[in-house]
């Protein structure tokens, strides 16, 4: 949704405001396409979801995520002047909100569904499969 904010924002600049406003670069390899990326220019990769498959540590991983989705939000907010781009994002910083009280939901629900005396001493994912 980011993404689609800047392409809005910026369909219409010259050539010489694209090149003033240091968009250039990306110009040059995306056009006016969506290409998603990290502020500092660093494209998106799967790389960057950690998922361990133990629920607790990937619901952990998945709550860490959100907060720091709602972090660049929030320092969006801040850089932000237009009313109706901070609009959509207040409105992405909220959903971040939401999703990270549902991820914390069921973390408790996996924690109350493992056995206590073995609370984070193994797997749940490999608890068929016999530890050292």
Known sequence: MVGAMVY?????????QLRDGGFAPYFTDHAQGVYPQAAAG????AATMAVKGDPITDLH??????????????NLLI???DPD???????????????????????GIVQ??????????FNPALALKKLP
């Open 112 to 121: 109350e569904k493992l056995d206590e005396r073995n609370f984070y001493a």
């Open 42 to 45: 660093f494209p998106y990769t």
């Open 85 to 107: 781009v901070k609009d959509v994002l207040r409105y992405l910083r909220q959903r971040e909100i939401v999703h990270y009280q549902r991820f914390a939901e069921a973390l």
């Open 79 to 81: 850089l932000a002047d």
């Open 8 to 16: 809005q924002l910026t369909r219409n600049l010259s050539e010489e």
């Open 61 to 74: 991983e998945d709550l860490a995520a959100e907060q720091k989705a709602r972090t660049t939000y929030e």
